[in-house]
C-alpha cells in the first residue's frame, strides 16, 4: 500500500514551453501532497506544500507564477513548469502525506525535466 | 534553527561489512525521523522511521536506527551489506504538527566493493 506514482518519468521540451507533471496517489487519499526539487548530488529542496481544495502554500524563494501546483482531487496534484527555462532542469519529486500513518510522506518516483 | 546533518558524503563498505550511517539533528520540539533511500534516478523509499517508544528501531531491507535524543542522533545501521544497498541515502527530520516540513540532510552516498 500508499503508492505514488509520478508521470512522466521523463521529458524534454524546449526553452519557453510548458510542462506539466503528475502525482498520483494510487490506493490512498491524501489531502496534503508535496513538490520537491533535487539538484544533481544535491538533498530535496521543499518547493511547495499543495492542499486538496486550496491554493499551495509556496516556500521562500520559488516562483508560484513559475511553478503552479493544482491539487483538485484527493488523489491528484500537478505541478506546471510555465515558461521553461534550461536552469530548470532537474528531478522533481512528488510525496504524499499518508494521514493514517502517522504523518508519514510517500514518495513518488521522480520526473526528470530536461529544458533544452 | 532545524536542521539535519549527514557528516558523511560518501561512505565505501565491503559486502559483507558492518555499516553506520550518520545522522545529527536540531529540532525545536520533539521530532519525528526517518530514513529514506534513493537509488540512482530513482525517487524515495522509506527505510524506516521513528515517532515516539523504543529507540531502537526496525526498518526493510535490514536496516535499523537508533535515536539518542542526548546526542541528537538517529543513526543508521546494517550489520552485513549487500552490493545492491548501494544508493543515496537521506535522514530527514519532522514534527506532527503538518505545517512543518520535514528537513532532509544533504544525503549520503553509499558505495560497496565486492
Known amino acids: 500500500g500508499a503508492v505514488v506514482s509520478q508521470h512522466p518519468s521523463r521529458v524534454i521540451c524546449k526553452s519557453g514551453t510548458s510542462v506539466k507533471i503528475e502525482c498520483r496517489s494510487l490506493?490512498?487519499?491524501?489531502?496534503?501532497m508535496f513538490w520537491y526539487r533535487q539538484f544533481p548530488k544535491q538533498s530535496l529542496m521543499l518547493m511547495a506544500t499543495?492542499?486538496?481544495?486550496?491554493?499551495?502554500?509556496?516556500e521562500q524563494g520559488v516562483e508560484k507564477d513559475k511553478f503552479l501546483i493544482n491539487h483538485a482531487s484527493l488523489t491528484l496534484s500537478t505541478l506546471t513548469v510555465t515558461s521553461a527555462h534550461p536552469e530548470d532542469s532537474s528531478f522533481y519529486i512528488c510525496?504524499?502525506?499518508?494521514?493514517?500513518?502517522?504523518?508519514?510522506?510517500?514518495f513518488g518516483p521522480g520526473t526528470r525535466l530536461l529544458v533544452l | 534553527a532545524q536542521s539535519v546533518t549527514q557528516p558523511d558524503i560518501h561512505i565505501t563498505v565491503s559486502e559483507g561489512a558492518s555499516l553506520e550511517l550518520r545522522c545529527n539533528y536540531s529540532?525545536?520540539?520533539?521530532?519525528?525521523l526517518f530514513w529514506y533511500v534513493q537509488s540512482p534516478g530513482q525517487g524515495l523509499q522509506l527505510l524506516l522511521k521513528?515517532?515516539?517508544?523504543?529507540?531502537l528501531v526496525q526498518g526493510i531491507k535490514g536496516f535499523e536506527a537508533e535515536f539518542k535524543r542526548s546526542q541528537s542522533s538517529f543513526n543508521l545501521r546494517k550489520p552485513s551489506v549487500h552490493w545492491s544497498d548501494a544508493a543515496e541515502y537521506f535522514c530527514?527530520?519532522?514534527?506532527?504538527?503538518?505545517?512543518?516540513?520535514?528537513?532532509f540532510g544533504k544525503g549520503t552516498r553509499l558505495h560497496i566493493l565486492p
Open positions: 490506493d490512498f487519499q491524501a489531502t496534503t
Open positions: 521513528y515517532f515516539s517508544g523504543d529507540t
Open positions: 529540532y525545536g520540539a520533539t521530532p519525528y
Open positions: 499543495s492542499n486538496e481544495g486550496s491554493k499551495a502554500t509556496y
Open positions: 510525496s504524499a502525506l499518508l494521514e493514517a500513518r502517522q504523518e508519514t510522506q510517500y
Open positions: 530527514a527530520v519532522g514534527a506532527m504538527n503538518r505545517d512543518d516540513k520535514i528537513i
